[in-house]
């Protein structure tokens, strides 16, 4: 019997997220997509050029025996910044949103606890604007999204952009990352 759980990260360029959630033990499948617009079968282009109303994301299989949620949580929540509206960086427009999408009850109150968590002890000095939503579909991006980073460490956008993001993560969460 299979007891992972999925749940869908969105917190900018999918390139970046993938990365990211790839390096941390219990999760046992990664893919980069689309998720909350109104438009079947989006292709990148379409979703970049934001007239499909999803956000850039990955489908996260976990198994919760060996990681919490609140450990995923927590690689989301300092992997990017939840307190700007539709922009990480560079990167500006809907499709780039802070964006949680949940499969269960459980997930979504163990979410709005964190997100709670986070405002009382005032981790951010804006407000928090991570949308909370329930998952209703998802669109895996083309393959050439698919690793990116893994694939492409040398192009710039990998060298300026994700690879110190993902040193900063790997020496903040290092006791649950992958060997």
């Given at each position: 019997m299979n007891?992972?759980?999925?749940?869908?990260f969105a917190?900018?360029?999918f390139w970046c997220t993938e990365a990211v959630f790839t390096s941390l033990k219990g999760v046992v499948g990664v893919r980069s997509g689309y998720a909350g617009g109104f438009v079947k079968n989006p292709c990148y282009r379409e979703v970049c050029n934001g007239t499909t109303g999803h956000a850039e994301c990955?489908?996260?299989?976990?198994?919760?025996?060996e990681i919490s949620l609140d450990v995923l949580l927590?690689?989301?929540?300092s992997t990017?910044?939840?307190?700007t509206l539709n922009r990480q960086g560079y990167d500006v427009g809907t499709q780039y949103r802070s964006a949680l999408f949940y499969t269960s009850e459980d997930q979504k109150n163990t979410i709005l606890d964190f997100i709670t968590e986070l405002i009382e002890k005032e981790v951010f000095t804006s407000p928090i604007v991570t949308e909370v939503l329930p998952y209703n579909?998802?669109?895996?991006?083309e393959q050439e999204h698919h690793r990116y980073y893994e694939r492409n460490p040398e192009m710039r956008y990998c060298e300026v952009v994700i690879?110190?993001?993902?040193a900063h993560f790997k020496a903040a969460l290092k006791s649950y990352l992958k060997n």
């Open positions: 007891d992972n759980q999925m749940l869908l917190s900018g360029c990955v489908r996260v299989e976990y198994k919760p025996t927590t690689a989301f929540f990017h910044d939840p307190t579909s998802f669109y895996e991006a690879a110190p993001k993902l």
